[in-house]
Nanobody, 119 residues
Framework: QVQLVESGGGLVQAGGSLRLSCAAS????????IGWFRQGPGKEREFVARITRSGGITTYADSVKGRFTISRDNAKNTVYLQMNSLKPEDTAVYYCAARRVVPGPYDYWGQGTQVTVSS
């Protein structure tokens, strides 16, 4: 089992920044690739970014490319999502998820953290 806890969400004005954290406990963190997803009001959950086990490869949704940066610190069992130049359409609950097998479904999910961007 892997337990994931997101933090760092909040209310920010458009153009501002937030850094989300995803802290993991349980199995060896470095064995898992991590993804960030979000679900806005009235919308389906969508992919935001992902990072490989070593952190060597990152992938982003087109909507956040150039504004968001995903990174990880395996010594701290934590993945980060730095979000800059935030827009009102970034408002959503943000979730991190872990998967052992790539490609494959994400096996473990956090509870989410709310990000609200005001215009």
């Amino acid at each position: 089992q892997v337990q994931l806890v997101e933090s760092g969400g909040g209310l920010v004005q458009a153009g501002g920044s937030l850094r989300l954290s995803c802290a993991a406990s349980g199995r060896t963190f470095s064995n898992y690739a991590i993804g960030w997803f979000r679900q806005g009001p009235g919308k389906e959950r969508e992919f935001v970014a992902r990072i490989t086990r070593s952190g060597g490869i990152t992938t982003y949704a087109d909507s956040v490319k150039g504004r968001f940066t995903i990174s990880r610190d395996n010594a701290k069992n934590t993945v980060y999502l730095q979000m800059n130049s935030l827009k009102p359409e970034d408002t959503a609950v943000y979730y991190c998820a872990a998967r052992r097998v790539v490609p494959g479904p994400y096996d473990y999910w956090g509870q989410g953290t709310q990000v609200t961007v005001s215009s």
